[in-house]
């Protein structure tokens, strides 16, 4: 098992008066699950206000993260698009990940793509074991990075 390479500096760990949307999708459920609950977790230890909402797959992941940048300092979205043999993968991958960074630049708002693409299930595993923490992590820094220069 593979474990994150990943180290991102906060200097502080006391978030509470930031407010933090995760969007998770049902789709994939079994292998998001881990990655939800260790991103959570990460927020919750660095006291953020978090609310979870879920959508049925990733394609609906930008639309949400878009109704919900008013009310939220960040978004992190987690879903896990696996490689098939159709063109299906090539298509959600690319739509979603444009909208999300749309919405992102438009709303100017962090919205971290927390989702995975992989070519199988096995990848897919392997990520969503380290990845929460990672994706939590990213939006912690980009934040604190934001307020910084305020």
């Known amino acids: 098992m593979r474990t994150s390479k990943l180290n991102i500096s906060i200097t502080k760990s006391d978030f509470s008066s930031l407010k933090i949307a995760v969007i998770s999708t049902n789709w994939n459920e079994e292998i998001i699950k881990p990655m939800l609950g260790d991103c959570v977790k990460r ?25 919900l940048c008013e009310g939220f300092d960040a978004i992190i979205l987690l879903g896990c698009i696996i490689k098939g043999e ?44 380290y990845k929460g923490t990672e994706f939590a992590d990213s939006a912690l820094s980009i934040l604190e990075t934001i307020n910084k220069i305020k």
């Open 43 to 67: 927020l919750e230890e660095n006291k953020t206000k978090v609310q979870i909402f879920f959508v049925p797959g990733a394609y609906e992941l930008p639309f949400l993260a878009k109704k």
């Open 86 to 129: 159709t063109p299906h993968f090539e298509i959600i991958s690319q739509s979603v990940s444009d909208k999300v960074m749309e919405a992102s630049l438009s709303e100017n708002k962090p919205i971290i793509f927390g989702v995975l693409t992989t070519n199988n299930d096995k990848e897919a595993i392997e990520r969503a074991a």
